[in-house]
């Protein structure tokens, strides 16, 4: 069964840092993108990051750029998130897809994206 499970999520005060991680089981990573997205409570679900297994290349939204960054190891991939805000509270999930979706418009076609993890909490708040 191929899928993802994030973990790492919790309570940090701002200015905090919390380490994610999504691990892959029933497939590689080697030929897929793995996308991290958030959705805070009233809002629509963004695209944040994303990691593309084939080049090593990554993309960052605006609103984490400098401040998260996207790795992999083995089979799974990692969001380090630093100096973190309370506009960072959201549930942050991961998702697979294809090599030409990591991009900014790539990462906002959610359908494409699959499959996706459960979710985890992050909360930024002193």
């Known amino acids: 069964q191929e899928q993802l499970v994030e973990s790492g999520g919790g309570l940090v005060q701002p200015g905090g840092s919390l380490r994610l991680s999504c691990a892959a089981s029933g497939f590689t990573l080697d030929y897929y993108v793995i996308g991290w997205f958030r959705q805070a409570p009233g809002k629509e679900r963004e695209g944040i990051s994303c990691l593309s297994s084939s080049d090593g290349s990554a993309y960052y939204a605006e609103a984490v750029k400098g401040r998260f960054t996207i790795s992999r190891d083995k089979n799974t991939v990692y969001l380090q998130m630093n100096s973190l805000k309370p506009q960072d509270t959201a549930v942050y999930y991961c998702?697979?897809?294809?090599?030409?979706?990591?991009?900014?418009?790539?990462?906002?076609?959610?359908?494409?994206?699959?499959?996706w993890g459960q979710g985890t909490q992050v909360t930024v708040s002193s």
């Open positions: 998702a697979r897809g294809r090599r030409e979706l990591c991009s900014g418009v790539g990462l906002s076609y959610f359908s494409s994206f699959n499959p």
